[in-house]
């Protein structure tokens, strides 16, 4: 379970969280919907312990995260890349071939990501965090910029993952 209480965040003078408080339990999928600057990717932020918090408590087991496709490290390739993570999460690298054949970029892995559409970026990032075991699966707008055979795909990893082996996937979308 995540369970987040009573959580704020100031960045400066300007209150970008206030007062959230929710659970995800166990075995469900579960979306953060907003609108731009509604705080979600801060709220990410907040689970992950990437920004502390002013106020508020979170409890959380392991997390797997997909940031933003901006934030990928663009001057290796994609094999390299998926190589190197598969390694810090002590995961099968065989899992993340097998994934980047099942999106069909497994002939572009040999290029470097700056060369990569937005849309290669989005998926060796939900690559990236769809390996491993963990508790926790957060998805930030997993599929925005990717086509709909591929979107089509990812849903159904996700839902794979929820069957095999995770508690929690959270999938962040922009409305």
Not at 74 to 80: A, D, K, V
Request: net charge positive.
């Amino acid at each position: 379970m995540i369970k987040c209480n009573e959580l704020y965040k100031s960045f400066n003078s300007k209150k970008v969280i206030k007062n959230v408080s929710f659970k995800v339990d166990d075995g469900k999928i579960t979306a953060l919907i907003g609108k731009n600057g509604a705080g979600k990717s801060t709220l990410i932020g907040l689970i992950i312990g990437y920004y502390h918090l002013d106020a508020g408590s979170i409890e959380r087991g392991s997390i797997s995260v997909m940031p933003d496709a901006d934030n990928l490290y663009l001057h290796w390739t994609g094999y390299e890349f998926l190589k190197f993570m598969a390694k810090i999460k002590q995961a099968d690298f065989k899992q993340a071939l097998a994934l980047a054949k099942e999106l069909k970029i497994e002939k572009d892995l040999a290029k470097k990501i700056a060369g990569y559409s937005f849309g290669m970026k989005k998926k060796i990032s939900f690559i990236q965090c769809a390996i491993g075991t963990y508790d926790n699966y957060i998805f930030d707008e997993p599929t925005s910029g990717v086509d709909v055979p591929s979107t089509l795909i990812m849903l159904q990893i996700i839902e794979r993952l929820k069957k095999k082996r995770c508690r929690r996937i959270i999938d962040v979308t922009q409305y």
